[in-house]
């Protein structure tokens, strides 16, 4: 394609180059295993450490708090099973929320066939959770809450320091899936008595199949993969060196300059999602109108299918999303519009675009263009 316009970064981002440049030498001359102690070995523990400072550094918390595994997916199976397994004798309750990735949700169901109790929380018209019913819903036996930090369909930004006042005061571990808001806007564990983080690498410029998991105390969670005894036995396996040291990288440059970014993408934003309310008569938006992350815009138009928008969309060289990424090819209607009450019409008719930093206004206006089309002929 000689002219794309990308337009689906919460499926999955371009690594920087810098990143690949970091990596390249670790699938070569470097490629000694971390845990020997020869020269080779040290050179790849070195660089290991220095992304893991790297991350840490970005969210203010120790260093040794950092555990890396292979993605987002990963991250969230290791919290959810382990805590369960680890505290069952205190408990087997586990809070969540309906709008959840599949990574948790799924999670979820296979934990209440296995005898946990799950309760999902209810989210508001814009996709806030609803705190009344988290404070309800705790007892003496719940033992995890899991609240992702921002949605990835629609965007919405979940108010994570209160939530984190509740579970602190009722003494209940607090888990979130920060995968969307990683690197796009500020984390930081220690402000909202944090638990565990989930991240991925590739939703943030670095690499796929790489990402961590912050847990502030390593007793309050179980091992993941036994094995060598790597990470701190957390997580056994040979470390993905040329993966971390990517990850390190992008984690670092993602985080620099972070106000400066959000305010042009929020512009990019606004003017687009203006836009497309004010030329596409019956639009609407989906999620939180000013709580919502800076690349995120989600429409609705009522009564068309928003799979065969993205499709005319993509003859034109326009990547967009009709529904998650992780959900296409299933045709339900996505579990989060649901969730924030729209109906089947509107439900099929969504279509999300989310803006990277290198999108530009003349690539905003071209696709609103044919997005008008689009929706007109359908
Ligand atoms: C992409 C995504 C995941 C899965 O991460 P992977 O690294 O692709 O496994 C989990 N949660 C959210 C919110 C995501 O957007």
Redesign the pocket.
Known sequence: MDRMIYLDH???TRPFPETVEAMLPFYGKYYGNASSGYELGEDSKEAMEEARQKIADTMGVPKDTIYFT?????S?NWVLRQAGEKWRHKGSHIITTRI??P??LKTCGDLEKQGMEVTYLDVDRQGMVNLAQLRRSITRKTILVSI?Y???EIGTIQPLREIGRITSRAGVLLHT?A??AYGHIPVYPGAFHGDFL?A????FNGP??T?FLYIRDKNTLDPWQTGGGQEKGMRSGTENIPGIVGLGTSAEISCRNMQEKITRLCRLRDYMIRRILGEIPGSILNGHPLRRLPGNVNVSFPGVDGAAVAAMLDLEGICVSSA???STGSSRPSHVLKAIGRDDRAAYGAVRMTLGEENTKEEIDITVEKLKKAVSYL
């Open positions: 919460a499926a999955t292979s993605g987002g997916t990963e969230n959840e990735h990574a948790v992702m921002a949605n990835n899936d995968v969307q989930t991925s690498g590739h939703k796929k199949g990402g998650s990424a992780c």
